[in-house]
């Protein structure tokens, strides 16, 4: 091939392995699956290795998803074009339903080389880390709510009611503090609900500041 050549790489990704399939430059050119690798770096610097001594550009692709964006990473400091495309974007066939990590490689490779594939935008390291501080906080929000939401309904089912003004406050932390049940199996799940919304709401001041 000459160096102005390009081959479109389609990669299907997962935890363990990436299945990965060619089309070359020509538009009609047929798209082939060269099989599947270890998502370990070690296994996909080989593959892009391999890949370079055609003599074609190289233009990979992958769909977004939870393995991230380390893929990238790698292929473009090894020196080649990658794009991580929005998967509900890509487009599929009618009555295409049966999904083989082959096929979808393949599929890859044809669309990016038809320049149908939309890619998103890839966040620097640091806009990463604070993409996923938010993500672990609102995590964290919503486990406080939840732990919350029992100890709630716990001592509603119970007939607790606090008539203070607002609930999750001193006050009501004062009330909660005076509650207790005859029964010692109550009184352990009482502790436990209230144990679980302390630590809930340790775990988002953490996060928080």
């Not at 050549?5 to 389609?10: C, D, K, M, S, Y």
């Not at 990436?18 to 370990?40: C, K, M, P, Q, T």
């Not at 990658?82 to 295409?96: M, W």
């Amino acid at each position: 091939m000459s160096s102005e050549q390009v081959a479109f790489i389609g990669l299907d990704t997962s935890k363990l392995k990436i299945s990965v399939a060619i089309a070359d430059g020509e538009r009609n050119g047929e798209g082939r699956f060269l099989g599947d690798i270890s998502s370990e770096p070690a296994s996909v610097a080989g593959m892009v290795k391999k890949l370079a001594k055609r003599g074609a550009k190289l233009h990979f692709c992958y769909e977004a998803g939870p393995t991230g964006y380390g893929l990238y990473r790698q292929i473009v400091e090894l020196g080649h074009q990658c794009s991580v495309v929005a998967p509900s974007l890509v487009p599929k066939r009618a009555g295409d339903r049966v999904k083989t990590n082959r096929r979808d490689a393949i599929s890859l490779a044809r669309l990016h080389r038809a320049g149908e594939l939309t890619s998103v935008w890839v966040p620097d390291e640091a806009h990463e880390a604070v993409r996923d501080l938010v993500r672990a906080r609102d995590a964290a929000f919503e486990a406080q709510k939840q732990a919350r939401q029992q100890l709630h309904s716990f001592l509603l089912r119970h007939g607790r009611y606090y008539t203070g003004r607002k609930a999750w406050t001193r006050a009501h932390g004062r009330w909660l503090a005076s509650q207790a049940f005859d029964h010692p199996a109550h009184q352990i799940l009482l502790a436990e609900y209230c144990q679980t919304v302390e630590d809930a709401g340790a775990r988002l001041d953490r996060l928080t500041n």
